[in-house]
């Protein structure tokens, strides 16, 4: 093992912790439309499990076994850089997709209200009936606005950590 590794103990936390993250996130982003929380903040802890994996494991990691891509080669400090591609990882364009899809979702469903004839934003509420377990459920199109707002999030802040993080 050489110095720059990470610890069993360090990879172990990670596994645990990232799930317990990942389902923590979740829960406030579909709390969000009635309770505090929503999609900054559940974008937010998303990104965190994100970094420790990061972290931990590293940006090739990231690449290779989490979003299944190659990882582009990169340049070493200090050595010319012939284009652009080889200071920025290769994962920013699909951060960059993803901001986009979440920035066209949240203004989507202000738009959405408009084109009914209803101020931008304007909040309806429809009751599904017949679920398992919960009998009813209450969906809001608020709902799509805090999705929207967690896809940017995550877009946002992913692109962030990995230019960072490549320096």
């Known amino acids: 093992m050489t110095e720059n590794e990470p610890t069993v103990i360090a990879r ?10 990942l389902v923590t996130a979740v829960a406030l982003l579909l709390q969000g439309h009635n309770a505090p929380g929503g999609g900054f903040i559940g974008g937010v802890l998303t990104v965190v499990a994100f970094a420790l994996i990061y972290i931990i494991y590293g940006l090739e990691y990231f690449e290779t076994e989490l979003l299944h891509r190659t990882a582009l080669p990169r340049a070493l400090p200090g050595e010319p850089v012939e284009d652009d591609s080889q200071q920025r990882p290769g994962v920013t364009k699909e951060f960059s997709e993803v901001l986009a899809i979440g920035l066209a979702l949240a203004a989507g469903s202000g738009i959405v209200a408009i084109a009914l004839g209803y101020p931008f934003l304007s909040q309806a509420v429809v009751f599904v009936k017949g679920i398992p377990l919960f009998h009813e459920i209450e969906v809001a199109s608020a709902l799509a606005f805090d999705i929207g707002v967690y896809f940017v999030v995550v877009g946002g802040l992913l692109t962030v950590i990995a230019v960072v993080g490549a320096e």
Do not use: A, L
């Open 12 to 21: 172990t936390v990670v596994r645990i912790v990232v799930p317990i993250i």
